[in-house]
């Protein structure tokens, strides 16, 4: 199983950056797919999420509005668009897939990429 995270960087408030998360090695469409983040000092938090079965989303309260989170099934490959970025939005963002499945729950993260809002 792989989630290769990619897209992050410096970026200045107000701009935008899309991060992508690319899965390999299970069956991504069963999956739920959702981005984290975790900023210094600070415990890792649910931004964005994505359902396998009809691809409804829910959002941080912080993000609504500026973060858009998508899922292509044939690219295996989950996106997070981030616009009207605010220093508070630095951290590194990880990428994550969820199932439940007969009782046992089955999840597998990225390595994270790091995103810097500042100017």
């Known amino acids: 199983v792989q989630l290769v995270e990619s897209g992050g960087g410096l970026v200045q408030p107000g701009g935008s950056l899309r991060l992508s998360c690319a899965a390999s090695g299970f069956t991504f469409s069963r999956y739920t797919m959702s981005w984290w983040r975790q900023a210094p000092g600070k415990e890792r938090e649910l931004v964005a999420l994505i359902i396998s079965v009809d691809g409804s989303t829910n959002y941080a309260d912080s993000v609504k509005g500026r973060f858009t989170i998508s899922r292509d099934n044939a690219k295996t490959t989950v996106y997070l668009q981030m616009n009207s970025l605010k220093p508070e939005d630095t951290a590194v963002y990880y990428c994550?897939?969820?199932?439940?499945?007969?009782?046992?729950?089955?999840?597998?993260w990225g390595q994270g990429t790091q995103v810097t809002v500042s100017s």
């Open positions: 994550k897939a969820g199932r439940n499945y007969l009782g046992r729950s089955y999840n597998y």
